[in-house]
């Protein structure tokens, strides 16, 4: 792709954030935002549905949402059923949200401008009356790019590394404590 098309892009990507007042930038390297995600035993996960044509040129929520529920769980993170959401306190939602726009000019066509936003949801109580609870943000990372039709797996790809950044900040902020060992380094407790 030339960098004229890009910068042509980019900018109409700009100016569609601009126009929807959602600015592309993450918060998941605060501290506490990572605090917020102490104690949660699990999430559960919601992946916004897709636009048509992406979904057509091979972009679909079905699989993103199953791919994001294994890497939790291969991380050790519980991906929540509806019941167990609603049990769980603060009722923590992980949610991914990818927004494209394929280009319709004769300069942009056969590219899609993207955004993906990777945020955790909960419950939240107010500090000035803690009978309020209300659903609250409390962990995000997003970016914009562009990406050619045939590379969508690109946003595939960025939404995965998102969700990484999620789970690397869960964990950072919910330790395991390492197995007790026994003198001579062996380690205690089932094998």
Same mark, same amino acid.
């Given at each position: 792709?030339?960098?004229?098309?890009? $910068?042509? $892009?980019? +900018?109409?990507?700009?100016?569609? +954030?601009? &126009?929807?007042?959602?600015?592309?930038?993450?918060?998941?390297?605060?501290?506490?935002?990572?605090?917020? /995600?102490?104690? $949660?035993?699990?999430?559960?996960?919601?992946?916004?549905?897709?636009?048509?044509? &992406?979904?057509?040129?091979?972009?679909?929520?079905?699989?993103?949402? &199953?791919?994001?529920?294994?890497? $939790?769980? *291969?991380?050790?993170?519980?991906?929540?059923?509806?019941?167990? +959401? /609603?049990?769980?306190?603060?009722?923590?939602?992980?949610?991914?949200?990818?927004?494209?726009?394929?280009?319709?000019?004769? *300069?942009?066509?056969?590219?899609?401008?993207?955004? !993906?936003? !990777?945020?955790?949801?909960? +419950?939240?109580? /107010?500090?000035?009356?803690? *009978?309020?609870?209300?659903?609250?943000?409390?962990?995000?990372?997003?970016?914009?790019?562009?990406?050619?039709?045939?590379?969508?797996?690109?946003? *595939?790809?960025?939404?995965?590394?998102?969700?990484?950044?999620?789970?690397?900040?869960? /964990?950072?902020?919910?330790?395991?404590?390492?197995?007790?060992?026994?003198?001579?380094?062996?380690?205690?407790?089932?094998?």
């Amino acid at each position: 792709m030339s960098a004229r098309r890009r $910068l042509l $892009l980019g +900018l109409v990507v700009f100016g569609m +954030l601009c &126009a929807t007042g959602w600015w592309a930038y993450g918060q998941e390297g605060r501290e506490h935002a990572r605090r917020t /995600l102490q104690g $949660l035993k699990g999430v559960r996960v919601v992946v916004e549905d897709i636009e048509p044509d &992406a979904e057509r040129d091979g972009l679909t929520q079905r699989e993103l949402q &199953a791919n994001v529920e294994l890497r $939790l769980r *291969r991380a050790g993170i519980a991906a929540l059923t509806e019941k167990q +959401l /609603l049990e769980a306190p603060g009722m923590p939602v992980l949610y991914v949200k990818i927004d494209t726009r394929k280009g319709q000019s004769e *300069r942009t066509k056969g590219l899609y401008a993207y955004s !993906v936003h !990777v945020g955790l949801y909960q +419950l939240v109580r /107010l500090s000035r009356d803690n *009978r309020i609870a209300a659903g609250a943000e409390t962990w995000y990372t997003a970016g914009v790019n562009v990406v050619e039709s045939n590379h969508l797996r690109t946003v *595939r790809e960025d939404a995965t590394e998102k969700v990484d950044q999620f789970i690397n900040a869960y /964990l950072a902020a919910n330790p395991k404590a390492p197995p007790a060992r026994a003198p001579g380094g062996r380690t205690l407790g089932p094998p």
